[in-house]
């Protein structure tokens, strides 16, 4: 069984065109009907609103269903750092035009030692930086 901790801090995705992670704050929990069985039948979801900092809100249902890749706990890793930005490796065909693969994950802190080769590794994926950047406000 899976559980939302709602004390803990949350990111979400947006739902603009950048799909950016947003800190959050769960303000409302709820069980309702997200899908429907072979007998026809109401299957049960949990989908919670959050609220983020400037006070928009944004409803996500079904949280542990098809929604589960949307919201995250928000961790101290490199990846969730304002600071980080992703460097690409290969190129691939996609659709008419290319896309290239993400490769790694580069250190863009004004106050980060500049002799850290691959910060992401050297600082146990971000988690004994000392430099990382949580925001304040949800």
């Not at 006070?55 to 980080?84: I, P």
Request: with cysteine; hydrophobic share 30%.
């Amino acid at each position: 069984m899976q559980t939302l901790i709602i004390d803990k801090d949350i990111q979400i995705r947006t739902r603009d065109p950048r799909r950016r992670w947003r800190n959050a704050k769960i303000i409302s929990v709820t069980m309702e009907d997200v899908d429907k069985n072979e007998d026809g039948n109401a299957v049960k979801g949990l989908s919670f609103t959050v609220k983020f900092y400037d006070g928009c809100t944004q409803k996500l249902s079904d949280a542990f269903g098809w929604n589960v890749g949307e919201w995250r706990y928000k961790e101290k890793c490199c990846e969730q750092c304002e600071w980080h930005s992703v460097e690409g490796g290969d190129t691939v065909p996609y659709g008419s035009t290319t896309a290239t693969l993400p490769e790694e994950i580069v250190c863009n802190c004004p106050d980060m030692d500049e002799e850290i080769d691959i910060p992401y590794d050297e600082t146990n994926s971000g988690i004994d930086c000392d430099f990382f950047i949580q925001d304040s406000a949800y």
